[in-house]
């Protein structure tokens, strides 16, 4: 079984920054895509950003400019860097991974982040 593990949430202030960590214990060539995804109370979850095997990257239009996916092939670990973060984005973030050959979703259990105004 998979695991995806996040870290790196808690509380910043607005304008502070905050650096996101998913782990998955998932073989490397099996990858498709990791993503980043948010939930705010009574709301749906959202994407955030997502990077593919091949290093594309696609950005809400919400966090463009200030959030930055980035990934550490040999390790399996996604980063989520979080700059000028805004109230706005506080949220519970979620990791997810895709298998290519399974056409499976992994997901993280989430972290919270709170940005005080």
């Known amino acids: 079984q998979v695991q995806v593990v996040e870290s790196g949430g808690g509380l910043v202030q607005a304008g502070g920054s905050l650096r996101l960590s998913c782990a998955a214990s998932?073989?490397?060539?099996?990858?498709?895509?990791m993503g980043w995804y948010r939930q705010a109370p009574g709301k749906q979850r959202d994407l955030v950003a997502i990077?593919?095997?091949?290093?594309?990257?696609n950005y809400a239009d919400s966090v463009k400019g200030r959030f930055t996916i980035f990934r550490e092939n040999a390790a399996n670990t996604m980063y989520l860097q979080m700059d000028s973060l805004k109230p706005e984005d506080t949220a519970v973030y979620y990791c997810?991974?895709?298998?290519?050959?399974?056409?499976?979703?992994?997901w993280g259990q989430g972290t919270q982040v709170t940005v005080s105004s």
């Open positions: 997810n991974t895709v298998d290519r050959i399974a056409g499976t979703t992994y």
């Open positions: 990077i593919t095997r091949d290093g594309s990257t």
């Open positions: 998932i073989n490397i060539l099996r990858i498709r895509s």
